[in-house]
């Protein structure tokens, strides 16, 4: 892959894997109520199952997804209904006990198959397999350099979003300041959803 290409991806990958999403959003989130390391079952799940989207996608199933509009569809209405479900039960959540029950449980599996419902996920998937890897006779090496490169973005973007999280759990463990900051995390999950439907 040309220096300028691979310098283009590594730009696309920060912008993308950096911004606010619902997985960042989770990560600080999960980290912020349960702590860093019960936090990292959903940092690691979020590479994998990102890992396993690119490499479906690069054998075709993301054309399909794109020539059947049901389909597509049927994707981002459980996305929204995932991240509205968990949104309405994070915003209830004002303890750091009341969040160490089932009130967010996303689990390592779940973190996985939040990708596949994901349309934040799918759009980067589709820009890199459209711009990076199909069509070119090396497209099978070119995904051998875009899968690892975007798995390290993915781990440190979580990562860091749920160190951010873990830093401010003793401060919001004082009055109503989890239940705010989970109320503000929720409504970022809730205006995602809302994104994802026009998008």
């Not at 310098?7 to 911004?19: I, N, P, Q």
């Not at 390391?37 to 959903?42: A, E, I, Q, T």
């Not at 099978?140 to 951010?164: D, E, G, I």
Request: with cysteine; charged share 10%; glycine share 8%.
């Amino acid at each position: 892959m040309p220096i300028v290409e691979f310098t283009a991806l590594l730009v696309l990958a920060a912008a993308m894997s950096f911004s606010p999403g619902p997985n960042t959003t989770l990560a600080a989130t999960l980290a912020a109520n349960h702590g860093l390391s019960r936090s990292l079952r959903f940092v690691c799940a979020v590479p994998f199952g990102w890992c396993l989207l690119l490499l479906l996608s690069a054998s075709g199933v993301g054309a399909l997804v794109l020539a059947l509009p049901a389909l597509r569809w049927a994707i981002k209405a459980v996305g929204i209904a995932y991240l509205l479900w968990l949104a309405a039960r994070l915003s209830q959540a004002g303890q750091l006990a009341q969040a160490r029950g089932d009130l967010l449980p996303v689990q390592f599996w779940q973190g996985v198959g939040l990708q596949f419902v994901n349309i934040k996920a799918w759009l980067l998937m589709f820009t890199i397999v459209a711009g990076w890897i199909a069509g070119h006779p090396d497209a099978w090496q070119r995904l051998a350099v875009v899968l690892p490169v975007m798995a390290a973005f993915a781990l440190a973007s979580n990562l860091l979003y749920a160190c951010v999280g873990a830093l401010l759990r003793s401060w919001l463990a004082h009055g109503k300041r989890l239940l705010w900051f989970n109320r503000l995390m929720a409504l970022l999950l809730a205006l995602t959803a809302a994104w994802m439907l026009s998008a």
